[in-house]
């Protein structure tokens, strides 16, 4: 079976290789030497201080909103999806009060938008907002406006990339990116990673297990201070070395290469509008989700449904991990037999 979903995705035969191993003991030198490398290979694909937490994508989210936000803190949040809601929760469940800014499905506010918000709300700790709305495969590609203007307010931005980095990466500095090891970064899923442009500014106690300070101290040792997820670490280590011996450059054309393939065979209206289209989670409207699914699944190949409101009206295919044109060439043919 090959897995053409947002995530986990098909890992490459070196990564399986690679975490197939008696975890070592992590405070040891060999262990060190690997974080090590993981970490520099890490800042070489965006000059930012980069940590790893044991969890997923939604920890990650959750870890950057609680070292960010302090309870009653106003936050603007920008919905365009399910996980624009989650990031809701997120600020919600640190106790930070939400100001949204909600937008239609395929597309992304533009950035005169993010200003007048902030400006009506007056004082704005930050600004959350998803790069990659996982849902719909919809990328907003103003994140980079967003963060001069948030800057200039005094806020932080905070990012969700957690579908599409590092098939997409920023070319300027932003404050604080979520991401994690299971989708564009093709690991297994374990490792939640952030990007820290800025110092961690919450004032109010954060639970151990998310405070990044404790992070940043250890990991001037090469060290984490609670056990990481030790194989995945040496899974991610062999994707990096994938990734950079590809060169950045062309891991972004083929993700774009991919996702066009699609968008071009597909005889189905994708979710988002041509400049918002996403290059690693492609998201098309069918009433017959169900029924392409199921036939994809005879031919070796999964993909994934809708989510909320839209479960059982679209379906998503992801273009990350270890597949061929070959694989999207069989999943075009079979999604529009589907097609009157």
Known sequence: MKYLTPGPVQL???????????PPFHRTEEFAEVFREVIEKLMSIYSATPVIIPGTGTLAVDVMVHNYVDPGDNVIVVV???FGERLVEAVEARGGVVHKIEWSYGEAPPPDVLEDMIKKVGEVRAVAVVHNETSTGTTNRFIERYQDIAESHGATLLV????????????KKVDVIAT????????????AILYLSKEPTAKMPVPPSMNLKKFLQFLKKWETPYTPPINVVY??????DYILGMGIEKYHEIHRERAEYL???VRLEPIAKKPFRS???TAFYTERAREVIAELKKHGYVIAGGMGKLRDRLIR???MGEISFEDLRTVVEVVNSYVD
């Open 12 to 22: 490459p035969k070196q990564v399986v290789e690679a975490i197939a191993r008696q």
């Open 180 to 191: 994690a090891s299971q989708k564009a970064f093709i690991s297994p899923p374990g490792a």
């Open 160 to 171: 969700d990339s957690v579908s599409i980095f590092p098939a997409e990466v920023f070319k």
């Open 279 to 281: 290059y690693t989670v």
């Open 80 to 82: 365009g999806g399910e």
């Open 317 to 319: 295919i992801g273009v």
């Open 235 to 240: 899974g991610l280590n062999a994707a990096l």
């Open 263 to 265: 968008y071009s065979g």
